[in-house]
């Protein structure tokens, strides 16, 4: 059957009137000398019209295989014949139109460009020479000339230089300027000469610039295509830097604004738009070089292109001519060094020992006037091109990993482990292990009840809380001080956004004794009752009300005391809450949730005239209970007091003060309105354009002691003098517009993208902007979704004390900020870039918090270990808290171990206790990164929890953890660094004590555990990621290092256990925000003083992982389009928890045979905690029962279908599951 088939299509090409005709050109070529001309004409003539008229024709003629390009290329060779030449130009023409460019790069490869140039070079020699014949010539040669992204012929511009044909075309269009069908191809070629830098000079030179503006000039219905061409060849030519400053000498920045204007203005019906945005291409051009862009200030270029841009807005077609204008603008905008008397951090720390090397050493180095200076470079290469786009196109510079970044010395990629440190200086790492030589015979182990949750501290202590009014201070006679509900017009005159006297701590003396603080707190808080542990473990019920001056009501909400020396009562409120009220009690597994009184006693708009009855002496106390295990906002107090910061905090951020529940309704990532970008940017222009529509005052400024609070009503305040606070300084710009300034991380003059700052004394029914300007990232989750978080008071008082997300029209994008190339570390001057969103806020003079994620403080984080080691139940749970070492400024960086206790004191049991594998887990070495701080907290929480599963993997494993290995840089409020000015995630591979002692310390507990012979099986430390979605781990292995290298992994002879993909596996199965492809294991070069490369490829741990978690949301999964949440977080670190029980089975299948079913449950008990709301300031995931998972009565399907999945019966057969993703 295929012999037939192959014998009918030769025939079918034997027969093809193309192929004869191609066979006989051939043989004219080969009888040259004897046959006439007029049968060359006669073959060409015909063949031409077969390609004129049928496809077929032209596809034989280039297809595979075939000779005819190679025929007629030799015809054209050949002949000297003038018809002839032109007909087999006009064949070629008619090949290379129409295929795109595979058709021209096929009469490249054949010889083609040189073919056409020696044609050309001999043509022009003629005087004069054959108009037709050069117009088909250059006409062909425009066609296979590189164009755009498509390179036909990468050496054409060297090529037409060589031949001279440079000068043949230039000089054709100037002595045939009226001639416009053979300038037109001229043209065309000589745009395709000038993508060669050396040929756009040399044209230059001999007056090509000069030329282009006699041919193109004011509106005209006339020889638009002419006009459109010369357009695109005197942009490629004003590319060249010689030729834009040509262009600048002769005065045409100007006249390319006045033709600009022109045809704007004539243009009417918007019918010649490409020429409009073909001088905007030309001015582009010529303002890449400084004396262009001074050019175009002159002339007045940014008015004239905004007044433009604005016309063109209503018509949604002219968008490139928007964004073409918009980009000349930004780029013109006069770059400016930021406002700031110096760009390194407000806050100095002398540091023990000053680096030989490095981005520190080199700041210490600098002069102190380098960072004031803006680059005066001649060029802006580093512009890029970030017109509108309304698809969502991240720039995800992970996914595509750059080749000269991948590790490929085999030796290097190779673990081997390498202690660094004598076995005698690993020995002071003995202490924190005294689990292996534990025998437990002092303990009590027989009992297995687990012990009831109780705090060490008061539970449910007062928490004062003022009202969105303002405090006035408490009388003497009172016993508890409170905050007075206002009348409205007192607000005007005080400053009413000041914390409560006892939320202001008092600077830290280390020489003086602080018990005289304590006592007077305790004395301050002895009124007030405690709540009954019954009461706090009945989390499914809230209930607010007030109380009278002689009677308390006690519920499982919030307990309200009111002390008035007048006759006056709060007004009684008997109206349900609203906003909970849709709720029902579908958020709650228990009976319905009652959320209301609460609400009058705060100053709404809708209740101002019942808070303006109350007298001045009347003081509202609001009382938290101690709603979740975790947080005790006293407690916090007095941890908050024995933290060291740089700036001495005195304050206390409200949000970590009342803590954060997870809100009852889901957020969705925010859809970007189109155009909101450069809507911004036409803003920011404006202020260079109407300057003197600008307030320009600054308001906030730590550079500046004496900056006074504004005392305007309309006017934001604004502080961010708290733990993790970071904000530097405030500019208001217009009168509901601010620019916002965030501090460098300390020790350093870069790292600016985490804030967390304080705003009050807001209007309803007003959008206020916020611009933080001095952003460094090129992009942000903030152009694809992602909002910031806001905090309010008001709706805390009002029961809802959570983060949200808010803000319209957000985006992120490049501002006229800039900084010098020497204080970027000796890069080109970098511009800054800025962070906008609009918020109207919900309620008048009330005190909101902004932050880049849901904060979480060192202090929170103590708080937590000191409630979970006074929960927990010693007879199950081994738990201890060391100090692992100190930090720079003197905070305790802890180390906790948990694991479950033995059965007895048994030899038996206490071996297997000692014989546990380790696990080691680390998060936070980045400030900015508090998503890692709510994974972990998610992990921890569920190692204490008395779930069977849990008590499962206690059993299984001794986890390691290192919660926060920079405290310091969380404290200070920086975003990537500790005190030193480092990164302390690129210093594992030579940490120095002096300066980085968590890391030098915690890799010495590595190191130790590799000396004992007892390394973790699995080492992870906790991430944030700012630029991707979803939640993913980053590996190592040889093999996928070699496969993006042009390296053959297979002549490595590597051979490599392929199980570290086995616990990304299990958790794309059973985490519904993980995702499997978003994985990479390939080692970097770039990433080698990285935790997790350095514990692979130095201590040995085969699965050493970074796991990733977005800031932004998730776009696959249950919660694709969501935006992540801290209960997605800390459920993230819940099923880690559940992977590596999983993983226990697949490693361990004798020892430890766990029931599937078992962990199916689990499973579903997590997933379900994700739609259940426990009402308390943090999601838990502890306790016998709910609220740990709070079963849901509709069950919850196991993603990923672990049911279904057959249990292979070996180790080899699990783990081969893993290796076909």
């Known amino acids: 059957m295929n012999k037939v088939k192959t014998t009918s299509e030769k025939s079918l090409a034997?027969?093809?009137?193309?192929?004869?005709?191609?066979?006989?050109?051939?043989?004219?070529?080969?009888?040259?000398?004897?046959?006439?001309?007029?049968?060359?004409?006669?073959?060409?003539?015909?063949?031409?019209?077969?390609?004129?008229?049928?496809?077929?024709?032209?596809?034989?003629?280039?297809?595979?295989?075939?000779?005819?390009?190679?025929?007629?290329?030799?015809?054209?060779?050949?002949?000297?014949?003038?018809?002839?030449?032109?007909?087999?130009?006009?064949?070629?023409?008619?090949?290379?139109?129409?295929?795109?460019?595979?058709?021209?790069?096929?009469?490249?490869?054949?010889?083609?460009t040189q073919i056409l140039l020696q044609l050309l070079l001999g043509a022009s020699k003629d005087s004069p020479p054959n108009e037709e014949l050069m117009v088909q010539l250059h006409s062909l040669l425009a066609k296979i000339g590189p164009k755009g992204n498509h390179s036909r012929d990468k050496k054409f511009g060297v090529k037409a230089r060589i031949n001279g044909a440079l000068n043949i075309s230039l000089n054709l269009v100037k002595q045939n300027l009226q001639n416009h069908r053979l300038i037109l191809p001229c043209l065309q070629v000589l745009r395709v000469y000038s993508t060669n830098s050396v040929n756009a000079v040399s044209l230059g030179k001999?007056?090509?610039?000069?030329?282009?503006?006699?041919?193109?000039?004011?509106?005209?219905?006339?020889?638009?295509?002419?006009?459109?061409?010369?357009?695109?060849?005197?942009?490629?030519?004003?590319?060249?830097?010689?030729?834009?400053?040509?262009?600048?000498?002769?005065?045409?920045?100007?006249?390319?604004?006045?033709?600009?204007?022109?045809?704007?203005?004539?243009d009417s019906r918007h019918r010649h738009m490409l020429i409009r945005k073909g001088i905007l291409q030309c001015i582009k051009s010529v303002t890449n070089i400084k004396l262009g862009r001074k050019a175009f200030i002159d002339a007045n270029g940014m008015k004239i292109l905004y007044n433009t841009s604005q016309d063109c807005l209503a018509v949604r077609t002219l968008d490139p001519l928007v964004n073409t204008s918009s980009l000349i603008m930004r780029k013109c905008f006069p770059k400016n060094r930021l406002p700031l008397p110096t760009i390194k951090s407000a806050f100095h720390f002398q540091l023990p020992v000053i680096p030989t090397s490095g981005p520190v050493a080199q700041l210490y180095s600098l002069p102190p006037e380098v960072d004031d200076v803006v680059d005066e470079s001649d060029d802006n290469d580093d512009i890029e091109t970030e017109t509108e786009t309304e698809n969502e196109n991240e720039d995800d510079k992970d996914q595509h990993f750059k080749n000269d970044d991948i590790e490929t010395d085999i030796d290097k990629l190779k673990p081997k482990q390498e202690l660094g440190r004598p076995i005698e200086e690993l020995k002071i790492y003995e202490q924190f292990f005294p689990e292996l030589a534990e025998n437990f015979q002092e303990y009590d182990l027989v009992?297995?009840?687990?012990?009831?949750?109780?705090?060490?501290?008061?539970?449910?202590?007062?928490?004062?809380?003022?009202?969105?009014?303002?405090?006035?201070?408490?009388?003497?006679?009172?016993?508890?001080?409170?905050?007075?509900?206002?009348?409205?017009?007192?607000?005007?005159?005080?400053?009413y956004n000041k914390r409560p006297s006892f939320l202001d701590l008092p600077k830290k003396d280390h020489n003086k004794d602080s018990l005289q603080l304590q006592n007077d707190q305790k004395k301050l808080l002895s009124s007030c009752q405690c709540l009954s542990q019954?009461?706090?473990?009945?989390?499914?019920?809230?209930?607010?009300?007030?109380?009278?001056?002689?009677?308390?009501?006690?519920?499982?909400?919030?307990?309200?005391?009111?002390?008035?020396?007048?006759?006056?009562?709060?007004?009684?409120?008997?109206?349900?809450?609203?906003?909970?009220?849709?709720?029902?009690?579908?958020?709650?597994?228990?009976?319905?949730?009652?959320?209301?009184?609460?609400?009058?006693?705060?100053?709404?708009?809708?209740?101002?005239?019942d808070s303006s009855s109350h007298?001045?002496?009347?003081?509202?106390?609001?009382?938290?209970?101690?709603?979740?295990?975790?947080?005790?906002?006293?407690?916090?107090?007095?941890?908050?007091?024995?933290?060291?910061?740089?700036?001495?905090?005195?304050?206390?951020?409200?949000?970590?003060?009342?803590?954060?529940?997870?809100?009852?309704?889901?957020?969705?990532?925010?859809?970007?309105?189109?155009?909101?970008?450069?809507?911004?940017?036409?803003?920011?222009?404006?202020?260079?354009?109407?300057?003197?529509?600008?307030?320009?005052?600054?308001?906030?400024?730590?550079?500046?002691?004496s900056c006074s609070v504004p005392e305007e009503g309309d006017i934001l305040k604004f502080n961010s003098k708290f733990e993790s606070g970071n904000l530097r300084k405030v500019i208001q710009i217009r009168k509901n517009e601010y620019d916002l300034i965030l501090n460098s991380d300390i020790n350093s003059n870069h790292y600016h993208q985490w804030f967390y700052f304080e705003v009050s004394g807001m209007k309803t029914g007003i959008g206020y902007r916020f611009n933080i300007i001095n952003c460094e990232k090129s992009n942000s989750q903030f152009n694809y979704g992602m909002q910031p978080l806001m905090y309010s008071v008001q709706e805390a008082l009002n029961a809802r004390p959570w983060w949200g997300r808010v803000g319209?029209?957000?985006?992120?994008?490049?501002?006229?900020?800039?900084?010098?190339?020497?204080?970027?570390?000796?890069?080109?001057?970098?511009?800054?870039?800025?962070?906008?969103?609009?918020?109207?806020?919900?309620?008048?003079?009330?005190?909101?918090?902004?932050?880049?994620?849901?904060?979480?403080?060192?202090?929170?984080?103590?708080?937590?270990?000191?409630?979970?080691?006074?929960?927990?139940?010693?007879?199950?749970?081994?738990?201890?808290?060391?100090?692992?070492?100190?930090?720079?400024?003197?905070?305790?960086?802890?180390?906790?171990?948990?694991?479950?206790?033995?059965?007895?004191?048994?030899?038996?049991?206490?071996?297997?206790?000692?014989?546990?594998?380790?696990?080691?887990?680390?998060?936070?070495?980045?400030?900015?990164?508090?998503?890692?701080?709510?994974?972990?907290?998610?992990?921890?929480?569920?190692?204490?929890?008395?779930?069977?599963?849990?008590?499962?993997?206690?059993?299984s494993y001794i986890f390691k953890i290192v919660p926060m290995l920079n405290p310091d840089g969380v404290i200070n409020g920086n975003h990537r660094c500790s005190l030193s000015g480092e990164d302390l995630n690129r210093q594992?591979?030579?940490?120095?004590?002096?300066?980085?002692?968590?890391?030098?310390?915690?890799?010495?507990?590595?190191?130790?555990?590799?000396?004992?012979?007892?390394?973790?099986?699995?080492?992870?430390?906790?991430?944030?990621?700012?630029?991707?979605?979803?939640?993913?781990?980053?590996?190592?292995?040889?093999?996928?290092?070699?496969?993006?290298?042009?390296?053959?992994?297979?002549?490595?002879?590597?051979?490599?256990?392929?199980?570290?993909?086995?616990?990304?596996?299990?958790?794309?199965?059973?985490?519904?925000?993980?995702?499997?492809?978003?994985?990479?294991?390939?080692?970097?070069?770039?990433?080698?003083?990285?935790?997790?490369?350095?514990?692979?490829?130095?201590?040995?741990?085969?699965?050493?992982?970074?796991?990733?978690?977005?800031?932004?949301?998730?776009?696959?999964?249950?919660?694709?389009?969501?935006?992540?949440?801290?209960?997605?977080?800390?459920?993230?670190?819940?099923?880690?928890?559940?992977?590596?029980?999983?993983?226990?089975?697949?490693?361990?299948?004798?020892?430890?045979?766990?029931?599937?079913?078992?962990?199916?449950?689990?499973?579903?008990?997590?997933?379900?905690?994700?739609?259940?709301?426990?009402?308390s300031p943090h999601s838990s995931l502890m306790g016998k029962c709910p609220p740990t998972f709070g079963i849901c009565r509709q069950s919850s399907a196991v993603s990923g279908g672990c049911k279904s999945d057959p249990c292979p019966s070996t180790q080899a057969d699990r783990l081969s599951v893993f290796n076909k993703c």
């Open 447 to 495: 009992s297995k009840e687990p012990k009831p949750f109780a705090s060490a501290t008061n539970l449910g202590g007062p928490i004062v809380v003022p009202t969105a009014g303002e405090e006035h201070p408490a009388e003497a006679n009172q016993s508890v001080k409170g905050i007075a509900v206002k009348d409205h017009s007192s607000l005007q005159m005080e400053e």
């Open 14 to 112: 034997s027969n093809s009137r193309i192929v004869v005709l191609l066979t006989q050109l051939e043989k004219i070529n080969s009888e040259s000398l004897l046959v006439e001309a007029d049968t060359a004409r006669y073959v060409t003539s015909k063949i031409l019209h077969l390609a004129q008229s049928q496809e077929k024709t032209r596809k034989e003629m280039t297809a595979k295989g075939s000779t005819g390009v190679e025929v007629i290329l030799s015809t054209l060779e050949n002949t000297r014949d003038l018809q002839t030449t032109l007909n087999i130009l006009s064949i070629l023409i008619e090949l290379v139109s129409v295929g795109g460019g595979r058709r021209a790069c096929i009469l490249v490869s054949k010889g083609g």
């Open 988 to 1175: 594992w591979q030579n940490p120095n004590l002096d300066l980085h002692p968590t890391i030098y310390h915690a890799k010495g507990l590595l190191q130790y555990m590799a000396t004992i012979k007892r390394l973790p099986l699995v080492f992870c430390d906790y991430h944030g990621h700012s630029r991707k979605k979803n939640v993913f781990m980053y590996g190592c292995s040889i093999k996928e290092t070699m496969w993006h290298t042009d390296v053959s992994a297979a002549s490595c002879d590597v051979i490599e256990d392929l199980g570290y993909r086995a616990l990304p596996k299990i958790l794309s199965q059973t985490a519904p925000a993980f995702c499997m492809s978003s994985c990479s294991f390939v080692v970097e070069k770039s990433k080698e003083s990285t935790a997790r490369v350095v514990v692979w490829r130095e201590i040995g741990v085969q699965r050493s992982y970074t796991m990733e978690s977005t800031l932004c949301g998730c776009d696959q999964g249950k919660y694709k389009g969501l935006q992540i949440g801290t209960r997605e977080l800390e459920e993230m670190g819940a099923k880690f928890c559940v992977g590596l029980l999983r993983l226990k089975r697949l490693t361990s299948p004798l020892e430890h045979n766990l029931p599937s079913s078992l962990l199916d449950i689990e499973n579903e008990l997590i997933e379900s905690s994700c739609k259940v709301t426990s009402f």
């Open 615 to 705: 007298s001045s002496g009347e003081q509202v106390l609001l009382e938290v209970p101690d709603m979740l295990p975790l947080h005790n906002p006293d407690l916090y107090i007095e941890i908050v007091k024995n933290t060291k910061s740089v700036p001495e905090y005195s304050e206390v951020a409200y949000p970590d003060y009342f803590g954060h529940i997870p809100p009852p309704f889901k957020e969705p990532i925010l859809e970007r309105p189109y155009g909101v970008q450069r809507t911004k940017i036409a803003q920011d222009i404006e202020r260079l354009i109407h300057q003197n529509d600008i307030v320009d005052r600054v308001i906030y400024d730590l550079d500046n002691s």
């Open 808 to 955: 319209t029209d957000i985006c992120y994008y490049k501002n006229h900020f800039s900084r010098s190339s020497i204080a970027a570390g000796g890069q080109k001057g970098k511009s800054y870039y800025t962070i906008t969103f609009t918020v109207s806020f919900p309620h008048k003079d009330d005190v909101c918090y902004f932050a880049y994620h849901y904060p979480y403080t060192y202090s929170t984080l103590k708080m937590h270990l000191q409630k979970l080691e006074s929960m927990h139940n010693p007879q199950q749970i081994y738990f201890r808290e060391d100090v692992l070492c100190e930090t720079l400024a003197g905070n305790s960086c802890p180390l906790v171990t948990i694991t479950a206790m033995p059965e007895s004191n048994y030899y038996e049991h206490v071996c297997q206790f000692r014989n546990r594998p380790y696990v080691f887990l680390s998060a936070r070495v980045h400030p900015g990164e508090t998503n890692a701080s709510w994974v972990m907290k998610g992990t921890l929480e569920y190692l204490m929890s008395s779930s069977p599963a849990a008590q499962s993997l206690r059993e």
């Open 534 to 609: 019954e009461i706090v473990k009945g989390l499914d019920r809230i209930t607010l009300q007030n109380t009278s001056k002689s009677e308390q009501y006690y519920s499982t909400g919030c307990l309200i005391k009111k002390e008035s020396k007048t006759s006056l009562t709060t007004p009684a409120c008997n109206k349900p809450c609203q906003h909970v009220s849709s709720c029902g009690s579908g958020l709650f597994e228990g009976p319905s949730v009652q959320l209301g009184k609460l609400c009058c006693t705060g100053v709404d708009p809708d209740e101002e005239e």
């Open 206 to 266: 001999n007056g090509v610039v000069e030329l282009m503006f006699k041919i193109i000039g004011p509106f005209s219905k006339k020889n638009t295509g002419l006009m459109k061409v010369a357009l695109d060849t005197l942009a490629a030519l004003l590319k060249s830097k010689t030729n834009a400053r040509r262009a600048v000498d002769r005065g045409y920045v100007q006249v390319l604004l006045t033709i600009y204007v022109d045809w704007h203005r004539h």
